[in-house]
């Protein structure tokens, strides 16, 4: 085993995420480190709660970074809220709704899975038809499998008494998110997309409705939101604090560093560099005789998906950016694993500098 500093290289990270991280959070990293009962540390987490309800849309009390990865922000929507008995309605539209139906599944609640195209975005009426009576409805903001936004607004208008969970991990940070204005009550998200800090955390908000009609004893004791609340002074900066796990604190204070660089650009201007460098990464490539995937009128800037060309080796194009020029984009997944390219222009890379750098290595490398 070599010594890391020259194992390692410098990587433009343009696939479905992690992206690179904005500067900010990357010297976050370095600052001493704190306990996870420092007063300075509690500080740290309620303003970084604060900073993930302005992103989130939403006023709800109950919102902190869960310390683990997106996918864990699924599991504790999921096992808080559905328990055997209950019914949960998932939309299905790409690989994170398969995983959706997947955790829901092993609650013991009755999952009704409604299935759609690939590269579709959600279909809101079938999706509220498919049962009379859900405890919960669950859809993908922003399907990292596919690049296609689905309309939760529409959802939340149509939800009566479920309560509706989206999965916010692609979207948070890159386009607008409204969750009260939509009448969301669970959200989750990752740490390592458009907020651009390094993969570890998992932003998580509640509804009071939802807590109110919470299971109560989960069955994961590491995500029981009741236990969590005791740690993140239910996320609202109360005194005391009991002791649940170790928290990532350095973690936190990059999160921390990373949405004071969103807020301080401005929401708006943030989503708009997005939509910039997104429009501008996808006329490239249909100028350059490419078809998206992504139904048109919804697809994502921060995720673009395009077909291979015909003829094109996918993972040789993929091997080539990285050995020779250090850029990294993902495949496709599932049936799509060798036919469809997901490109990412996320964080601190939605940057038109960032899309011309791209276009001009992919275009020597299928030269």
């Not at 809101?124 to 993908?140: E, G, Q």
């Not at 989503?271 to 995937?293: D, N, T, Y």
Request: hydrophobic share 45%.
């Amino acid at each position: 085993m070599g010594n890391l500093r020259h194992m390692l290289r410098a990587r433009t990270l343009l696939g479905p995420g992690p992206c690179n991280p904005y500067p900010e959070a990357t010297v976050a990293l370095g600052q001493p480190l704190l306990g996870h009962l420092d007063p300075l540390f509690l500080q740290v987490l309620d303003e970084t709660s604060d900073r993930l309800r302005t992103v989130f849309g939403t006023q709800n009390r109950r919102t902190l970074p869960l310390s683990a990865t997106g996918s864990a922000g699924m599991e504790a929507a999921f096992v808080n809220t559905l328990g055997p008995g209950d019914v949960a309605v998932v939309a299905v539209n790409g690989l994170f709704g398969q995983r959706m139906v997947e955790v829901a599944s092993r609650t013991g609640a009755e999952v009704v899975a409604v299935e759609h195209e690939w590269g579709q975005p959600v279909d809101t009426d079938r999706v509220l038809a498919a049962h009379p009576s859900p405890k919960v409805i669950a859809a993908v903001h922003a399907e990292t499998s596919t690049g296609v936004e689905s309309d939760m607004a529409a959802l939340g208008a149509g939800k009566g008494d479920a309560l509706l969970v989206a999965d916010c991990v692609t979207s948070l940070g890159g386009i607008p998110v409204a969750l009260d204005e939509w009448g969301v009550d669970i959200a989750y998200s990752g740490s390592q997309k458009c907020l651009g800090v390094a993969p570890g955390l998992a932003p998580f908000t509640i509804s009071d409705r939802a807590w109110e009609r919470r299971i109560t004893r989960p069955q994961s004791w590491y995500l029981d939101l009741g236990l969590l609340g005791g740690y993140a002074g239910e996320a609202g900066g109360s005194g005391g604090r009991t002791y649940h796990h170790t928290a990532p604190t350095g973690m936190v204070v990059s999160l921390h560093a990373g949405l004071g660089r969103v807020l301080e650009e401005g929401l708006d201007a943030v989503h708009a560099r997005h939509a910039a460098a997104g429009g501008a990464l996808q006329a490239g490539l249909e100028a350059r005789g490419m078809r998206l995937f992504a139904a048109e009128g919804h697809r994502l800037p921060e995720l673009t998906t395009v077909w291979v060309p015909d003829g094109v080796d996918s993972a040789a194009v993929r091997k080539r950016l990285l050995e020779e020029y250090g850029i990294e984009i993902g495949g496709g997944v599932g049936q799509y694993a060798a036919t469809v390219w997901r490109i990412g222009m996320m964080g601190h890379n939605a940057r038109p500098d960032t899309v011309a750098m791209f276009l001009a290595a992919l275009d020597a490398v299928l030269a």
